[in-house]
Each structure stands twice: as structure tokens, then as C-alpha cells.
């Protein structure tokens, strides 16, 4: 993802948001997430050491609020936000550009990955479609073979040992039909349309996860390689069961 903030940027907006009002760190956070759609949220690591230099520099002041820092716009400040209104306004327009691209930066990976999604959905039905196929046939050339000749009969039912028909008792499974072929096919695309849902509701309930622990900074190290593993062992697993 390119920068979001210029050199210097985020510096100035955090005093901005601290000229509006008093806020602890998650606050700014949050307030930062709201200004881009939710589409970028700086970690923890990304603000506190800003806020740090900002109170070193005497531009905001800090003080206990329970077990949370609340951080407030000291004059020094305001004078500094005052002196630099045009950079200010320059960065408005900055971020501005920002959520945009970022905007497109989303559209398009949600794009891929929706493209991504339909191939593999695409195969997964294809091969469904021909073990359904290979079973219908199956069922069909056995019906299809009379014991007491050498060759099929061409749709005649298997005959017992004195060379009746067998009963109903007797007889075998009934000869799948077009329309059974059909109602199997209309089956796995109810299926396909299922797995398409459940997958929906399993990314957005990740992202608002992963957003709401971003914001907190507290998504562990090796997240991202964690989730990649266990979504290679699903897909796997998926893929084995629709080979059965």
C-alpha cells in the first residue's frame, strides 16, 4: 500500500484532531479510520511515539484519565497549527487523494479476490458436475448388462438365474434419469451458492476483526501467515472431498 502521510504529515494532523478536542491515543486512532472510510487505521507503534515527540516538543500535554492517557493541545501548539494553516490545508487535500486511492486500492483486491473466488467455485462445480456424470453412467451401463448374455442389452433389466425378471424385491435401484442428472446439478449449484455466502459473511467478519484489533494494535505478529496456512489447509481439504 503507498504512503498515506506525507514526511511531517501525520505530525500535524494529529494536533489538528487534538485542537478539536482531548482524546487518548485509541480515540485518535479511531478518529483516523473514520476520516479514510475505514479503509487505513495507523497501528499503536504509529501513533504513541508521534504523540511522545509532540509532548517532548511542548505542543500537547498528557494526564492519567483511569488506565487511560488522555492527550490535550497545549498554546505552543495552537500557535503551531496557526503558523501553519497552508500546510494544513494542503494535507486536507492530501488525504482527500488518499481515500480515494485507497478506495481503488480496495475495489481492486476485492475484485481479484472475488475473481480468484468464482475460478475456484467455476472448478469445484466442473469436477462435482463430472463425478455426477461418471455416477450416472455407471448406474446406466450396469442396468444396461444382462448376466445370462455376453453383451448389453441395451436397456433390458438383468434377468436371475432361470431367466426371469427379478421381482421388485429383487430388482435394483431404479435407472437415474435426465431429470435426476438435472436435480443433482441444480443441488451442487445450491451448494456453490451456499459456500458463496458462507464466504461473504467469513471475510467480512475477519476484516471487522482484524480492523478492530488494528485499531487496538494487538493483531500478533505472523497473523497473516497463520491465516494463509490455515486457508491452504481448508481449500485443500475442500478440494480432496469434492474428488470423492
Known amino acids: 500500500m503507498t504512503p498515506v502521510f506525507g514526511h511531517g504529515h501525520l505530525r500535524l494532523y494529529l494536533l489538528k484532531l487534538l485542537d478539536e478536542s ?3 491515543g485509541y480515540e485518535l486512532i479511531q478518529a483516523l479510520s473514520e ?14 511515539p508521534r504523540l511522545a515527540k509532540l509532548e517532548d516538543e511542548g505542543l500537547v500535554t498528557k494526564t492519567a484519565d483511569g488506565r487511560k492517557t488522555v492527550y490535550e493541545i497545549t498554546e505552543t501548539g495552537r500557535a503551531e497549527l496557526a503558523a501553519r494553516e497552508g500546510d494544513l490545508t494542503s494535507i486536507e487535500n492530501d488525504l482527500t487523494d488518499s481515500v480515494r486511492r485507497l478506495a481503488d486500492e480496495v475495489r481492486s483486491g476485492v475484485g481479484e479476490a472475488m475473481k480468484s473466488l468464482r475460478a475456484d467455485l467455476a472448478s469445484a462445480a466442473r469436477q462435482a ?4 456424470d461418471a455416477t450416472s453412467q455407471s448406474y ?8 445370462t448374455q ?22 435394483g435401484p ?4 435426465p431429470a435426476s442428472a438435472d436435480a443433482a446439478r441444480d443441488a451442487s449449484r445450491n451448494e456453490i451458492r451456499d459456500v458463496d455466502i458462507a464466504l461473504a459473511e467469513f471475510r467480512q467478519s475477519v476484516r471487522t476483526a482484524l480492523r478492530s ?15 494463509a496456512r490455515r486457508l491452504d489447509e481448508v481449500r485443500a481439504s475442500l478440494l480432496d472431498d469434492l474428488k470423492k
Open 22 to 24: 482531548p482524546k487518548h
Open 35 to 48: 476520516r479514510f472510510g475505514g479503509t487505513y487505521a495507523p497501528s499503536a507503534g504509529t501513533i504513541y
Open 129 to 132: 458436475r463430472e463425478a455426477t
Open 140 to 147: 446406466s451401463s450396469w442396468f444396461a448388462f444382462d448376466p
Open 150 to 171: 455376453d453383451a448389453p442389452t441395451h436397456g433390458a433389466p438383468p434377468r436371475n438365474a432361470t431367466g426371469e425378471a427379478p421381482s421388485d424385491e429383487q430388482a
Open 174 to 177: 431404479a435407472d437415474e434419469s
Open 213 to 227: 484489533s488494528g485499531a487496538k494494535g494487538t493483531v500478533p505478529a505472523g497473523t497473516a501467515a497463520a491465516f
